[in-house]
């Protein structure tokens, strides 16, 4: 079994819709957890970070995590033909001795927003 | 870009050839990072350095090394270059210090024919 899991989509939703992208993962060790986004021939950009379970909001982003389930979600309210690119998921790797460079990311999934 | 810069952003070389890969921070952040990126498997760490001249493998580490002369620049070396090392390479820090998010360059495409 893979650490982080993510479907890969890709995902194709209209303008305006609420989209809701998610991973798991296995080591109930894992204590931190990210949304990277990155958009084509561009590196990942830092778009939410949690620590341990519950429900963290930046605008239109919700990031949600539940530890009992090991479940990451994202959801995008209100999604716009800009946040069409590729999400990753990510979370440390607690035995690295806690450095958070240590990520281990899932593979992505790839959304378009269509106007 | 989280002033980071990489260069070169594209590169094609030869199976075989020695290539070297650099990375430049203007913040002197302690840790910086070396990941690739292939479809099919994600993000994987290559190498990471937590100061100058201390680094240690991650997890795809065989067949590249790495070198930390000054707090601002990494390197990346790939001694002798395989089609397999074809990838996108991505620079990252981390600017809160250790357990902290990462902060990514904008990558370099290596092609090994």
């Known amino acids: 079994q893979k650490e982080v899991e993510q479907d890969p989509g890709p995902l194709s939703v209209p303008e305006g819709a609420i989209v809701s992208l998610n991973c798991t993962y296995s080591?109930?060790?894992?204590?931190?957890f990210m949304w990277y986004r990155q958009y084509s021939r561009k590196g990942p950009e830092l778009l939410m970070y949690?620590?341990?379970?519950g429900n963290k909001e930046d605008g239109r982003f919700t990031a949600q995590v539940d530890k009992s389930s090991k479940y990451i979600s994202l959801f995008i309210r209100d999604s716009q033909p800009s946040d069409s690119a590729t999400y990753l998921c990510?979370?440390?790797?607690?035995?690295?001795?806690?450095?958070?460079?240590?990520?281990?990311f899932g593979k992505g999934t790839k959304l378009s927003v269509k106007p | 870009d989280a002033g980071i810069t990489q260069s070169p952003r594209h590169k094609v070389t030869e199976t075989g050839t020695p290539v070297t890969l650099r990375c430049h921070q203007t913040?002197?952040?302690?840790?910086m990072y070396w990941y690739r990126q292939d479809p099919g498997h994600g993000l994987r760490l290559i190498h990471y350095s937590y100061g100058v001249k201390d680094t240690d493998k991650g997890e795809v580490s065989d067949g590249y090394s790495v070198s930390r002369s000054k707090t601002e620049d990494f390197l990346l070396t790939l001694e002798s270059a395989t089609s397999s090392q074809t990838s996108v390479y991505f620079c990252a820090i981390s600017p809160g210090g250790d357990n902290s998010p990462l902060h990514f360059g904008n990558g370099t495409r290596l092609t090994v024919t």
């Open positions: 913040e002197n952040h302690r840790y």
């Open positions: 949690t620590y341990s379970s």
């Open positions: 080591n109930s060790a894992f204590q931190y």
């Open positions: 990510a979370t440390s790797r607690m035995n690295y001795g806690g450095s958070q460079g240590n990520l281990i």
